[in-house]
């Protein structure tokens, strides 16, 4: 399977520089899946392919990463809003800590289809966790420690309703897939198995007293968006930048983000560093875009396969439109594409060159049945057991 696509408006990302990589009019060629040859102007007259996509002055870039996930939490969204992180979690498990194995499939879907709906297609993913939710008193759980759940749950695969022959591929959340319990923190093309040590990401406190040794060798990931919905403070990424830390960022829960939407992640994380710094140049559109892709894929230890549109890399894209709605002139067009583009101008989202979402549309024949299962199910859930709004 080959794909050609041509009069492409390129951001390519390339690793070693902080160069976007722009290219005005430019071709990509996909062949199985991975990037074969890309540059400017039109391919040698020779190159063929299975498929002629010409995106006719629009946008493609690479793909999302977001380097912390919790995409179980796709049909938990408007909980708990008038609390900071524990008292949102509460809310959020009043309802998914009584669904079954099940429904923790169905809604890890969900929240895959609907990463890969608004252009993410890398996740580093955190899904039910081991340890049941306990509220929190004075910082220790409620219950004084908690059990974890017994090996059947952790080891149960999904129901004959997403048999193998049906089960999600690349039309998850691409590089992941929810194919069993134990595969809890994962990353990795269409395997399920357990990653590497995650990112360190949860507190957005830093210092810069730490050693070089440790700071160069230290691994962040942000996430702007939930950090705000939450109320948990501001990350001093510049600072860490320019320790040499590596960084990333992610959309964390789709439940404390509502809209898992990664150009308002990336503004919110600009706009958030200017307002604390009051200088402009602490974070740039050309910076927060590297670390929303190429930067989350380093952390994660993937940069040889995603984040970037380089030969050899897979060829996962989206393509953006800035004529639908009109942005105006495109005076620095990658300045344009973090600040004035978003999900709005987003039509297609291809995946290892194959096309999984085209204008809000999945093309998972499972996206009905996993939209099912969150409006019907976990609200009978709520009915039951009752819900802390």
């Known amino acids: 399977m080959s794909l050609l696509v041509i009069n492409a408006r390129l951001i390519t990302v390339p690793a070693g520089i902080d160069d976007p990589g722009y290219i005005e009019r430019g071709y990509m060629l996909v062949q199985d899946g991975r990037i074969a040859a890309i540059g400017a102007g039109d391919p040698d007259p020779g190159v063929t392919a299975d498929e ?95 059990i974890l759940r017994d090996h059947a749950w952790h080891t149960w695969a999904p129901t004959t309703r997403s048999s193998p022959g049906s089960r999600p591929r690349s039309t998850t959340c691409s590089r992941w897939i929810p194919t069993s319990r134990s595969a809890r923190r994962s990353w990795g093309r269409c395997s399920g198995r357990p990653g590497p040590t995650p990112p360190r990401s949860r507190s957005p406190s830093w210092t810069a007293s730490a050693s070089p040794t440790r700071r160069t060798s230290s691994r962040r990931t942000r996430r702007p968006a939930s950090n705000g919905r939450l109320a948990s403070g501001i990350a001093h990424v510049p600072e860490m930048l320019e320790q040499g830390m590596k960084v990333g960022m992610g959309l964390d829960d789709q439940a404390c983000t509502d809209v898992a939407d990664p150009w308002q992640n990336m503004r919110m994380g600009m706009f958030m560093q200017r307002a604390r710094t009051h200088d402009p140049l602490s974070m740039m559109p050309e910076r927060v875009l590297r670390l929303h892709t190429l930067g989350g894929a380093e952390i994660m230890g993937v940069d040889d396969r995603v984040g970037s549109l380089e030969v050899g890399k897979f060829a996962d894209f989206v393509v953006v439109d800035p004529r639908k709605p009109d942005v105006g002139p495109l005076w620095n067009p990658v300045r344009s594409y973090v600040l004035a583009c978003g999900l709005r101008n987003l039509t297609q989202v291809y995946v290892g060159g194959k096309l999984v979402n085209e204008n809000g549309l999945s093309t998972n024949p499972l996206a009905e049945e996993a939209s099912r299962v969150l409006h019907e199910e976990l609200p009978a859930l709520a009915e039951e057991f009752g819900v802390i709004l």
């Not at 793909?63 to 708990?80: A, D, I, N, P």
């Not at 009043?94 to 890890?108: C, E, F, G, K, R």
């Not at 609907?114 to 993410?120: C, E, K, R, S």
């Not at 039910?128 to 004075?138: A, N, R, S, Y």
Request: some cysteine; charged content about 15%; aromatic content about 12%.
């Open 52 to 146: 002629i996509l010409d995106v006719d002055g629009k946008f493609v870039a690479p793909g999302f990463v977001s380097s912390h996930s919790h995409l179980f939490t796709s049909g938990s969204r408007g909980l708990g809003v008038d609390q900071t992180l524990y008292g949102w979690c509460t809310s959020m498990f009043s309802v998914l800590d009584n669904a079954s194995p099940d429904q923790i499939y169905w809604a890890t879907l969900h929240g895959s289809l609907d990463f890969l709906a608004n252009g993410v297609t890398t996740a580093y993913n955190f899904t039910d966790p081991l340890l049941p939710w306990e509220p929190m008193v004075e910082g220790k759980r409620a219950d004084g420690g908690g």
